[in-house]
């Protein structure tokens, strides 16, 4: 375990290193983005790890695994993201458990965030699913669905919406993740301006182990990387 815990050390200050590069050829400081690490297909030894090389911030796709997770690693320093599909009838179990959500894709889902979360001292921190590739196989609400919810959104009164979050193109390699990627970083800031009180589109969680400086570049301020990390330990 020793020698997984020293590789997966390298792996993250590589991995550190290569997102201050991102930042700095966007103009940005490495301190302007968080790594969010996907501990999805990992043990939790190796989350351990993981956090001993100072990753604290990790993310989970399923609810039922972060679930398990969040309670064999309870002794841990770990804000947990859950990054994939929620279904409302899990919304209740996984809201103690997690710093944010960044997956949430319809206006269903975020009334029953709200309701979960009203004995909460304060909103839920919560990023909103954009399908900006158009892929029929992606959870996200369409581009053009994003403003008229703006205006829906002050009627949720324990939610807070603090930004944006896509997932790039299957296919079409570096040049469809960056259009991706660019499109969501477009809808953001067009959209800023018009956030009622409440709304804030600071954050743009975007990129993973394969096009996360990519992301970084086309305005990024949250990286969900997971295999890259990992990379000759599992």
């Not at 590789?7 to 290193?17: D, S, W």
């Not at 990023?127 to 996200?140: F, M, Q, R």
């Not at 669905?145 to 296919?171: D, Q, W």
Request: aromatic fraction near 4%.
């Amino acid at each position: 375990m020793a020698d997984i815990a020293a590789r997966i050390a390298e792996n993250v200050a590589h991995i550190r290193g290569r997102i201050a590069d991102a930042a700095a050829r966007s103009g940005r400081a490495a301190s302007d983005i968080t790594l969010v690490a996907v501990t999805k297909y990992v043990s939790a030894a190796e989350v351990r790890a993981l956090v001993a090389a100072g990753c604290r911030e990790l993310g989970e796709s399923r609810p039922q695994q972060l679930w398990e997770k969040a309670a064999e690693l309870a002794d841990l320093p770990i804000q947990w993201h859950l990054i994939g599909h929620l279904q409302r009838n899990k919304v209740r179990r996984t809201l103690p458990l997690v710093a944010m959500i960044h997956s949430v894709d319809s206006p269903r889902l975020l009334a029953a965030i709200d309701a979960d979360a009203g004995e909460s001292p304060r909103p839920f921190p919560v990023l909103l699913e954009v399908n900006t590739s158009g892929e029929t196989a992606k959870h996200g609400l369409q581009p053009g669905e994003v403003e008229p919810l703006l205006t829906e959104l002050p009627r949720y009164r324990h939610v807070a919406v603090r930004g944006l979050m896509c997932m790039a193109s299957l296919e079409g390699g570096p040049d469809a993740a960056r259009r991706d990627f660019a499109a969501l970083r477009q809808l953001r800031d067009r959209l800023r301006g018009r956030c009622p009180p409440g709304v804030a589109l600071d954050e743009l969680s975007m990129g993973m182990s394969g096009d996360f400086e990519i992301a970084i570049e086309e305005g990024a301020t949250i990286v969900r990387v997971g295999s890259a990390l990992f990379e000759a330990v599992v």
